[in-house]
């Protein structure tokens, strides 16, 4: 086995790594916060408004 | 109408009306231009070599020039509309909200396929790099290029989930980098610094334009590849601080860096390689760019270019990431796709589940898929992109004229970029067509079908209110 046997096996195990690193941490946020929370981004402003009118006025969009 | 200061640094990544996560406002017009340079610059490092093999040199220059055009005008348009609609997902949101839903939908994919196509083609090359280093540094037996693969492919995602500020500052400095590599390269190659070894005059003889003029229009097709990706500045419109000033500034910087890059990598490359040679970019020149500097005897260069193919390479695999996962959130908030992918990470504030949702994608086409499929097929997506963009700024100038919305940058000259783009892409169509007839018509054949699904299906889950969120007034003639 030279260097570059060593260094497939690296990059193997680095993969493995960054790809588990997000894995954990994307249970681990979507335990962590409620949906509404992490989908609460909006672009702009009159569809929000929409929403609290919906929500108001008890109306499902 | 409630009155929001996006550069609030009170508000910074909040929005009104009850956005409790939205997306970071960190970047500038640096970060702009690494996005958009960053994305493409991996095209002169290796690709536009093929409209060499299509029509010879000089319809390799003409092609450079011709894009080059069709690229100004789309960095025209683009500056524009962006600093207008300032929302993640670029095009697709300028669709939405100037078109209408159904181009949007189609814009959309567009925009993911292109990138995600892209990003899977880079990894190859990536890929494809580390196995010439390790057969150049001795290594026997032939490199299993699959890790390597995933790595670039899962460690620039794991960049791209942990936060926009750091993945695109990584991308500057890679891309600045591989950009000076050039301009070295060109200064100590051409005689400006030392003796020049340019031999145009010798190697243009009698090879002129090799197969006439059909040739410098079958050229058009790989012509794209000097600036394809500089349109992908626009997805970081949510995320820059000043969207009005960074966005333009960023994007036509791009466009002028590229137009410098391409008539420089063209004169360098084809002063040294013969057209045979550089014209085959499979069994002849892969990378022209290093395959000069290897010409020119100076192991220095040898180095630094080695070192651009490859940082050129990570940058656009990079920003492809960022980019076709920007569009893919924006779709899903808008409800376009499932509600689930337009969320946004409470620490990192990235849009972390669209992220992680394309990264097996591009590892299937990456290690599934051949190379010239994959990049026929991003170019294809591309392209039908650039043909949406006139049509695009047409309308959005007929129903709201300069006097009614604020832009933060007006295009010159209007409707001349629109139409010389719409007429440049009809002739693009057409080379694309002459070498990959079938592709693009299963292509077009699969946005139809999608088509008809969106508009019989998704479309009743879609929150149309998505496509009025813009404080502009009421369109003309409506």
New interface residues.
Partial sequence: M???NWI??G??G??AA??L???I??LK?DSS?S??????????????????HAEKHGMK? | ??Q?DITSTTMDGM?????????LRVLGPAHVWALGVGIVLVGEYMGWNFAVGKGGAYAALIACWFAGILYSCVAMIDSEVTSTVA??GGQY?QAKHIIGPLMAFNVGLYLVFAYTMLEAANAITAGYLFSVV?SM????DA??QR??I??VI??L??LN?RGVLATLTFNLVITAIAFIAIIVLFVSTTGLVGSGIMEHAALFEGHELPYGWIGVLAAMHFGLWYYLGIEGTTQAA?EVRSPARALPFGTLAGIMTLLIAATLTWYVCSGVLPWEFLGDGVNGSVAPLFDTARLSGSIALVWLLGFGTLFATLASANGCINDASRAWF?MG??KYLP??F??????YRTP??AI?FL?PIALIFALGAPLDQVITFSILSGLLGYTFMPLNIILFRRKWPLETIKRGYEHPFHPIPALTLLTLCAVTFFAVFLGYGTQLVAMIGFYIVVSLWFHFWRYRFV?R??Q????WPKPRGY
């Avoid at chain 1, 992490?38 to 569809?47: D, N, P």
């Avoid at chain 2, 929005?15 to 997306?23: A, D, I, W």
């Fill in positions: 030279d260097l570059w497939e096996y990059a193997w680095l993969s960054f790809g690193h997000m894995a941490d994307w946020t916060y949906e509404d929370v992490l989908t609460s981004s909006r672009e702009g402003e009159l569809e929000a408004m929409a929403e609290e969009s | 109408m409630t929001v929005g009104p009306h009850g956005t409790k996560v939205g997306l929302s993640a949101t390790a540094t001795g290594h026997a490199l299993d890790p390597f995933i790595l899962m460690f995602a794991w989930y949510e924006a908030r808008d509600g689930w337009g969320a946004v990470h409470p620490k972390y589940r992680v990264v929150n209110g998505a009025f969120t813009m404080p």
